[in-house]
C-alpha cells in the first residue's frame, strides 16, 4: 500500500489526497449548475486557491464571450489567474479569443476548449487542449 503525502484540513483531519490530486479540478462556476456571476466567482476562485484544499484548484474556466467581464475584475494590481478559456464560437474565433487571453498582463492561459462538429449528425463535441506550462505569449 502506497502512503500519499498529506496536508491537515482545516478541521485539523489529515487530507491525504491534496498532494495527490494537485491542479486536478478547473473551477467552472461560471457554467451550470452554479452559473455565478463573474465577480462572484473571480472573487470565490481566489478564496478557493488560498484555502487549505488550494492546491487542487487549477484553472478558471471562463468562456470567450465573457471575456469584457473577466478582464474588468483583473484591473490593477494583483495575482496572474490561471485561465481555461472556453471559445463558444468554435475555431473561427480561436485566435481571437487566445491573443486577448495571452495580451493581458494578469492572465496565464493554460487550457483552451472549443466546439469541434462531428460524430452525430448535427452534433457537437469539444476538444480541449491543456498545456503543463503556460501558453507562450505575444
Known amino acids: 500500500m502506497t502512503v500519499l503525502p498529506s496536508r491537515t484540513g ?6 491525504p489526497w491534496v498532494e495527490e490530486f494537485g491542479g486536478f479540478f478547473d473551477d467552472a462556476a ?6 455565478a456571476p463573474m465577480a462572484t466567482a473571480v472573487a470565490r476562485h481566489w478564496e478557493h486557491r488560498d484555502a487549505w484544499y488550494g492546491p487542487v484548484v487549477e484553472t478558471f474556466v471562463c468562456p ?20 481555461s478559456l472556453v471559445v463558444i464560437d ?3 474565433s480561436l485566435a481571437a479569443g487566445m491573443a486577448r487571453a495571452l495580451a493581458h498582463p494578469r ?14 449528425p448535427g452534433g457537437r463535441r469539444h476538444c480541449c487542449c491543456r498545456s503543463p506550462r503556460p501558453f507562450p505569449g505575444p
Do not use: I, M
Not at 10 to 15: C, E, F, K, N, R
Not at 30 to 35: E, I, S, Y
Not at 107 to 120: D, F, I, K, N, Q
Open 107 to 120: 492572465v496565464r492561459l493554460r487550457a483552451v476548449e472549443l466546439p469541434v462538429t462531428g460524430g452525430a
Open 10 to 15: 482545516a478541521d485539523g483531519l489529515s487530507v
Open 30 to 35: 461560471l457554467f451550470p449548475p452554479g452559473n
Open 90 to 92: 468554435g475555431p473561427e
Open 64 to 83: 470567450d464571450r465573457r471575456w469584457d467581464e473577466l478582464s474588468g475584475q483583473l484591473d490593477g494590481e494583483g495575482p496572474v489567474l490561471d485561465l
